[in-house]
């Protein structure tokens, strides 16, 4: 008696899971551009089958095998919920120090080498980084690189830690280069200096498809990376997955003087295309259209017709 009792207590769990998760899952149909048939297969349909062929088992079968088979079969998803909160509740743990703080790494070396970073003590970093393992990566997948990037960007912190051994290439969540590049304006740009000397990749890919260095070219980036990176191997022939050269990407910016730059660097302009399918010079020129009074600006306007 008491096995049917729960056993239907899991049925009634299970359709009402099922339920909210099929009407959050067609929400969020249109935004993510699926299907609500698909939505309605995978959310609705397939798990109802199972629950039905739970019921079936469970009121048709005489083997208690079986009907302890169709029990489990209804009480798994509630089991996998509790067994899932538990198991984050004990990644969650392991993340935090002897004062119940979040931390970014677990106990060891390398969350010693975090409260360093944090208390911006370069020469305690430097003695720690020798003994950690450097591969490691945090709670959120940064490397420690990031991590330091992200916690003031200390050039004789990451100086340490590069020279311990840190990957300026490692692609966990974010490239080094990429945030170095971000931070520039209140970091200055000695963190891409570093970066780029200890090996980083100014032409490799970012998850968004395009060349680190492509980012040189922002409004909001330190007027001094582009040339450390432009000197430092990143390629004006260099595209993004979609086929844009560094100036297509870069119009929109409308950081003239960083596309002055590049123009003057060799890069190609007349195979060059904007984001929305423009050729260069026409993007240029229907800038000029919008915003007459822009001097860097037209100083690109002038070197496209000498």
């Not at 009792?5 to 909210?20: E, K, N, S, Y």
């Amino acid at each position: 008696m008491i096995i049917k009792i729960f056993f239907w207590i899991f049925i009634l769990v299970d359709l009402a899971t099922v339920g909210l998760i099929f009407l959050l899952g067609l929400a969020a149909a249109g935004p993510s551009h699926t299907s609500p048939l698909a939505v309605t297969g995978l959310l609705l349909i397939l798990p109802a089958v199972l629950i039905l062929a739970a019921i079936a088992l469970f009121l048709l079968a005489k083997s208690p095998l079986w009907r302890g088979a169709a029990f489990c079969i209804a009480a798994a998803p509630l089991l996998l919920t509790v067994a899932s909160v538990a198991i984050g509740a004990i990644d969650a743990a392991r993340y935090r120090d002897a004062d119940g703080n979040f931390t970014a790494f677990t106990a060891g070396p390398m969350r010693e080498l975090e409260a360093a970073i944090a208390k911006n003590d370069a020469p305690a970093v430097a003695q720690i980084a020798a003994k950690a393992n450097l591969k490691q990566t945090g709670r959120d997948g940064s490397t420690i690189l990031v991590y330091a990037l992200r916690h003031g960007a200390n050039p004789q912190i990451l100086q340490s830690l590069l020279q311990a051994g840190a990957d300026p290439n490692a692609r966990q969540l974010e490239l080094p280069l990429s945030v170095a590049i971000q931070i520039s304006r209140s970091a200055g740009p000695e963190p891409v200096r570093l970066l780029l000397q200890a090996g980083a990749n100014p032409n490799a890919l970012t998850d968004f498809g395009t060349p680190v260095f492509f980012a040189g070219t922002g409004a909001g980036v330190d007027p001094q990376v582009l040339p450390i990176l432009l000197d430092n191997g990143a390629n004006l022939s260099a595209k993004a997955k979609d086929g844009r050269n560094v100036l297509g990407d870069a119009v929109p910016t409308r950081n003239w003087k960083a596309i002055l730059l590049l123009l003057q660097r060799g890069a190609d302009w007349k195979s060059a295309r904007t984001p929305m399918g423009l050729d260069f010079r026409a993007a240029v020129e229907a800038d000029a259209g919008t915003f007459p009074n822009s001097p860097d600006r037209d100083a690109v306007l002038q070197f496209l017709k000498n």
